[in-house]
């Protein structure tokens, strides 16, 4: 018989055939299941970790495998384990956290299933193990959104601004569908990636009334420091503008592109003649004017609340979310209709952005 043979290979014979009948004839019979599962796990006790790992394999995509020997592959830490804990069908979302709650491993092979549930998105997102939380980023089917998408944001930038750590923000990035959340990451993202987060930024502001009042004096006050070169009054200005630290408006300031001071001017009210004057006088030397161009084209087009969303990301993630919550004003979130709604839709038909926005 080949499950009781001295031969090894004969018993992993037996191993793959016991596995592929019963999940081939699905049986109903409580009694014979368990009998199935008690007779596996004998001969798996004997097996080798390869065995083990084909047998689960072949067994987690079914719903009928029994649940006493999922626990048995949990039991220890192996790649039998994390494909059961990654592919079976037969785990409920309480064992998932259990599991992912007992080690970062068995966490890093819940956070790669297709099927996550968002609460269970919301627990994962909250360990402290970037492993875990890369798995969870790079997974494409895990609905990272709201509070989770935010908190990893979070971290993401953290570990940037401590250790120059882009993993994390790469794979955040990386996702595809960026939303206005991800302008915390706005100053480390790709060209394409800040198109993205500004496309969605605009939409999310397309029939919602300007909350934007221009800020004469402060725009007054950095197109002077500009034009005269002094970039220490100029940071400084920024700074206490757009609330943030001098570090941060610096590097709003000398972003290669432009793209952040432009927006930073545009949420900040700045007349587009006024905008040039500030780019021209702040070039690091390049000499690039049409790019500077093409940025006060974009800061033309940009809706200034939708400016101003994407500074509040990079200045303080927290006012994303006081921006989107269900407990803002009403009367702010209010889709215009009638002769207004068709104002605002004209509009936003003048004045879209390329896509080649950020050509240079």
């Not at 709604?341 to 038909?349: D, L, M, N, Q």
Request: hydrophobic share 45%; charged share 30%; with cysteine.
């Amino acid at each position: 018989m080949l499950a009781a043979s001295e031969n090894p290979e004969d018993r992993k014979v037996w191993l793959r055939i016991a596995a592929d009948y019963f999940a081939a004839t699905r049986p109903a019979d409580p009694e014979a299941i368990d009998c199935f599962a008690e007779a596996l796990i004998a001969r798996l006790e004997k097996s080798d970790a390869m065995s083990r790992l084909d047998t689960a394999r072949r067994l987690a995509n079914c719903p009928g495998t029994p649940r006493a020997l999922l626990t048995w592959f949990e039991r220890e830490e192996s790649e039998a384990c994390d494909f059961v804990l990654q592919h079976a069908v037969g785990l409920t979302e309480d064992a998932l956290r259990h599991a992912a709650a007992q080690s970062a491993r068995r966490a890093v092979a819940v956070a790669k299933r297709r099927d996550l549930s968002r609460s269970l998105v919301d627990a994962l997102s909250l360990h402290q193990c970037l492993d875990v939380q890369l798995s969870l980023a790079r997974n494409p089917c895990a609905a990272l959104e709201g509070d989770a998408l935010i908190r990893m944001l979070r971290e993401a930038g953290r570990r940037l601004s401590r250790s120059h750590d882009r993993e994390l923000a790469d794979a955040l990035l990386c996702r595809g569908s960026l939303q206005l959340e991800h302008a915390v990451l706005f100053l480390d993202a790709d060209p394409g990636q800040r198109l993205e987060i500004l496309l969605s930024s605009q939409r999310m502001e397309l029939g919602r009334r300007s909350e934007i009042a221009a800020k004469a004096d402060v725009v007054d006050r950095l197109e002077a420091s500009a034009l005269v070169r002094d970039m220490g009054k100029f940071v400084s200005e920024l700074g206490q503008a757009l609330g943030c630290s001098p570090q941060l408006a610096e590097r709003i300031a000398n972003d290669a592109s432009g793209e952040p001071l432009a927006l930073a001017l545009a949420a900040l009210g700045a007349p587009k003649d006024v905008l040039i004057r500030v780019l021209v006088a702040t070039d690091l030397g390049s000499g690039d004017y049409p790019r500077i161009r093409t940025l006060a084209r974009l800061s033309s087009a940009l809706n200034a609340s939708a400016a101003a969303s994407i500074i509040a990301g990079i200045v303080d993630d927290s006012a994303l979310r006081k921006r989107n919550s269900p407990g803002r004003d009403p009367e702010l979130r209010r889709v215009p209709s009638g002769s207004e709604g068709r104002k605002a839709a004209a509009r936003s038909a003048r004045e879209p952005i390329s896509p080649t926005s950020f050509v240079a």
